[in-house]
């Protein structure tokens, strides 16, 4: 049973332009959302979270945006750099639990 | 300050051999979680670790253990390994719980 899906494997833009990754829970009990990239032979690094008091958060060139009613959450990335190409995670958790779920990630190519 | 540490990088084993990774936290972390991560699947919660109590565990056989000691250290054991025990463990330090985690390079085992 995937909480947590991310429908889109991978998704290529160009340098410059917006990227918009997508992430959709099932479980209406979770209450954080974050957001990890990872690089090859790396560790996942955190880039980003939301309480689901929020519907948006920002931090420099991310930007995630919450949608509880539709149980859906997105990382936008303005501009896009080369340096920004990764797989991206999204994950989410629920009050008591002491644990992330996570998406099976999007990988992202950023084109000079 | 140092980042998550695991021991060791690459592994080969064969089936029916255990295995034991280890993972030093960032001095001061005191939750320490593992994951598995398999193409196509993401990754996977293995078990959650404070102050070396099991405070959450996933869906994985009991094949699989874990422990921390005093020092927030921890290790994870596999016995019996299988075929499908061939992934990259990542384990991850927060101070308190999993409100946002820093993830260490992995341990990748393969299982021949």
């Known amino acids: 049973d995937q909480q947590v899906k991310q429908n889109s494997p991978s998704l290529s833009v160009q340098e410059g332009r917006i990227s918009i990754l997508n992430c959709d829970y099932t479980n209406s009990m979770f209450d954080y959302f974050l957001w990890y990239k990872k690089y090859p032979a790396e560790g996942p690094t955190f880039l980003i979270s939301i309480s689901s008091i929020k519907d948006k958060n920002e931090d420099g060139r991310f930007t995630v945006f919450l949608n509880k009613s539709a149980k859906h959450l997105s990382l936008h990335i303005v501009p896009s750099q080369p340096g920004d190409s990764a797989v991206y995670f999204c994950?989410?958790?629920?009050?008591?639990?002491?644990?992330?779920?996570f998406g099976t990630g999007t990988r992202l190519l950023v084109s000079p | 300050k140092a980042g998550v540490t695991q021991t060791p990088r690459y592994l080969i084993k064969t089936r029916g051999q255990q295995v034991t990774l280890s993972c030093s936290p960032i001095?001061?972390?005191?939750?320490v979680s593992w994951y598995q991560q398999t193409p196509g699947q993401g990754l996977q919660f293995l078990f959650e670790?404070?102050?070396?109590?099991?405070?959450n565990k996933g869906n994985f056989p009991g094949r699989f253990s874990g422990r921390q000691f005093s020092n927030s250290r921890s290790e994870m054991n596999v016995s019996t390994l299988e075929l499908g025990d061939s992934a990259l463990y990542l384990c991850a330090s927060s101070p308190s719980g999993i409100e946002t985690q820093y993830f260490g390079p992995g341990t990748r085992l393969l299982v021949l």
């Open positions: 001095s001061g972390h005191r939750s």
């Open positions: 670790y404070f102050s070396e109590t099991q405070r």
């Open positions: 994950a989410a958790s629920r009050p008591g639990f002491q644990k992330l779920v």
